[in-house]
């Protein structure tokens, strides 16, 4: 299973454009608005029209631009063969290009890079979208309209919690602009893609929005668009566009086995890049509001051991000190289902909804706490750009007790906080429910523990009545909840 996890993450690949020649690299999706003030033949979005998409383009291409970089990128250290492209380790070249035989060059020294992708004007005076990779650690930014006039440009802020970055073209000239798309998309309209694939220059593909909300590892906030119009390398940070001629997703991704296109394209829905541009111009960064808790989704083994019926909401692993949660009074264990009156699904839907909020901002949170719904308010406050980074306590001190039904072994932790799990067999239950060697049990079924006759007692008492039983869990800096089958006595 880790190995299939493994091919899966390394097929998602961002669109940018590996250079054959000279050893540089091009990468980058660019992101980019469209404004529907400037196209004056509306079309119906729910067919596509009989002529020809030809007038959308038409109207729209004016403002899609080509965006390339140059920047000083680290060199591998150690030895290459001259003249050798530098793929990226996403390019399905990496591994093996990284193989062939060597000579001396680079001695890990920074080296010249080019990168190459898209984007979208989004104002008359040259403001352009694109995506957070395609500028990073750029000294230089040209950007090319559509009929081949080149101007130079300056990074006015980047988001890489949302792979957005907007620039602003170093000119008094008036440009053709587009704009986001206010209407929610729907499953099935047609949309059309717009790019720079391979350096190519401006590019059309057609298609239809295949999914939404989908989530693929590539941030914290991840709710793409998944769009079946062709994209590829040098697409990022290009627009999609519904047929009115409104900027519908900023493209950033595609699952690729290849490296090609096979249909699969992720897109930044415009409801998310608006707010994350409009920021980004005004304030040169992204303020989001900040509770101050680790949460987890609700599964059926855990649903069961609260005793609740539905998997939604986000329940709270850990609370962080002083933070805002700790001070309105939030507490481990509590089930969030509500946030300003509306239904919470999961996890990464509260945690979007959080960001969105304004420090200082007043929240009313609804929990259910020992089985019984409780309104908490809370000031929310402002994420900081310094997340703790959780490690494994792989620490064991060989001594213990068994649990053996489970496939646990268990000592007391040498701080007397809690039971360190000092072996666990790959095979049992525990295991099987994501249980590690150097895990620590903090509390079962909502009792503290700190000893092996402890964690036994506690789930003994929990199997009269329940089916499984609640493990709070210490892992590196973080708190989860694990849930555990028990047999009832």
């Known amino acids: 299973m880790k190995n299939t996890t493994t091919r899966k993450r390394n097929t998602i690949i961002a669109l940018g454009l590996a250079a054959l020649m000279g050893g540089t690299v091009l990468s980058?999706?660019?992101i980019e608005y469209a404004r529907a003030d400037n196209l004056t033949n509306q079309v119906t979005r729910q067919h596509a029209p009989q002529e020809g998409f030809a007038d959308i383009v038409?109207?729209?291409?004016?403002?899609?631009?080509?965006?390339?970089?140059?920047g000083r990128g680290e060199a591998e250290g150690g030895r290459r063969i001259p003249g050798l492209p530098k793929f990226p380790k996403d390019s399905p070249f990496y591994e093996f290009f990284r193989n062939m035989p060597q000579v001396p060059e680079g001695n890990g020294q920074?080296?010249?890079?080019?990168?190459?992708?898209?984007?979208?004007?989004?104002s008359e005076d040259g403001y352009v979208v694109t995506n957070n990779h395609v500028v990073d650690k750029a000294e230089n930014v040209i950007v090319t309209l559509d009929g081949g006039k080149e101007y130079k440009a300056k990074v006015v802020g980047t988001d890489p919690k949302t792979d957005l970055a907007v620039l602003k073209i170093d000119s008094d000239d008036k440009f053709a602009y587009v704009t986001f798309s206010e209407d929610k998309p729907r499953v099935g309209d047609w949309v059309v893609a717009v790019g720079n694939p391979f350096g190519l220059g401006g590019t059309v593909t057609t298609g239809i929005i295949s999914a939404q909300g989908?989530?693929?590892?590539?941030g914290p906030y991840d709710e793409f668009l998944q769009i079946d119009a062709p994209i590829n390398r040098g697409n990022s940070g290009g627009p999609t566009f519904n047929l009115s001629g409104e900027v519908v997703g900023v493209n950033t991704a595609i699952y690729s086995p290849s490296g090609g296109s096979v249909g699969i394209g992720f897109a930044i829905p415009a409801s998310m890049a608006s707010d994350v541009v409009k920021s980004l111009i005004e304030n040169g960064t992204v303020t989001r509001g900040w509770l101050g808790v680790a949460i987890?989704?609700?599964?059926?083994?855990i649903a069961e051991s609260i005793g609740v019926d539905s998997r939604e909401g986000a329940l709270i692993s850990q609370v962080t000190e002083d933070s805002p949660a700790d001070e309105a009074g939030l507490k481990v264990g509590d089930l969030v289902v509500e946030l300003n009156g509306k239904k919470v699904k999961d996890p990464r839907d509260l945690s979007r909804r959080v960001a969105s909020?304004?420090?200082?901002?007043?929240?009313e949170i609804v929990v259910l706490r020992d089985g019984k719904e409780k309104t908490i308010k809370v000031a929310i406050g402002q994420l900081e750009d310094n997340p703790q980074v959780a490690s494994v306590d792989n620490d064991t001190t060989g001594r213990g007790a068994s649990l053996g039904k489970f496939g646990l072994k268990l000592a007391p932790a040498e701080d007397g906080e809690g039971v360190t799990i000092t072996g666990i067999d790959p095979d049992g239950t525990a295991a099987g429910k994501g249980l590690r060697q150097g895990d620590r049990i903090v509390s079962v079924g909502g009792k503290e523990v700190k000893s092996p006759t402890d964690v036994?007692?506690?789930?003994?008492?929990?199997?009269?009545?329940?089916?499984?039983?609640?493990?709070?869990v210490k892992?590196?800096?973080?708190?989860?909840?694990?849930?555990?089958?028990?047999t009832k006595s």
């Open 214 to 218: 989908r989530e693929i590892g590539a």
């Open 357 to 363: 909020l304004k420090p200082k901002e007043k929240a």
């Open 296 to 301: 987890q989704p609700v599964n059926e083994d």
């Open 475 to 486: 892992r590196g800096d973080g708190q989860l909840f694990v849930a555990l089958p028990v």
């Open 456 to 472: 036994k007692k506690a789930i003994e008492d929990t199997a009269k009545d329940k089916k499984s039983v609640l493990l709070l």
């Open 58 to 70: 038409e109207k729209v291409m004016p403002a899609v631009v080509s965006v390339k970089v140059e």
């Open 110 to 122: 920074p080296e010249h890079t080019v990168g190459l992708g898209s984007g979208f004007i989004i």
């Open 28 to 30: 980058g999706p660019v």
